[in-house]
């Protein structure tokens, strides 16, 4: 079953932030969980990844910080802020809003 990317779009943020919110982690990282969650049916293109990445630091939501290169590639960590927290939760709050009213009117649940 594919996905469609219109419906998760807006949601790419969130997505991200809930991620963080386990573990500090780099972008394929991110993306391979993506996958697994979602047995193979969706995952973030790399430049949708990287500009909500940038967006997310742009407003407090994450940091970055270089990874230890002893154990590989360097790569750019991405760690979740409380401000990120805090807007997770928020956006937790509207998205179960948003599912009951979509529900109502799609399904007349």
């Known amino acids: 079953m594919s996905i469609a990317s219109d419906l998760i779009r807006g949601h ?15 972008g394929y990282e991110i993306n ?15 430049a949708t990844l990287y500009s909500a990445f940038r967006r997310l630091e742009k407003n407090g939501m994450i940091q970055s910080y270089w990874g230890d290169q002893n154990t590989g590639a360097r790569r750019r960590y991405y760690a979740i802020t409380d401000l990120g927290r805090a807007q997770l939760e928020q956006n937790k ?12 009117m799609i399904l007349g649940v």
């Open 32 to 46: 391979k969980r993506i996958q697994e969650l979602t047995d193979g049916a969706y995952e973030l293109k790399e």
């Open 93 to 104: 709050e509207d998205w179960k809003q948003s599912r009951k009213l979509i529900d109502r």
């Open 12 to 26: 790419t943020e969130t997505i991200i932030l809930a991620q963080l919110s386990e573990k500090d982690s780099y």
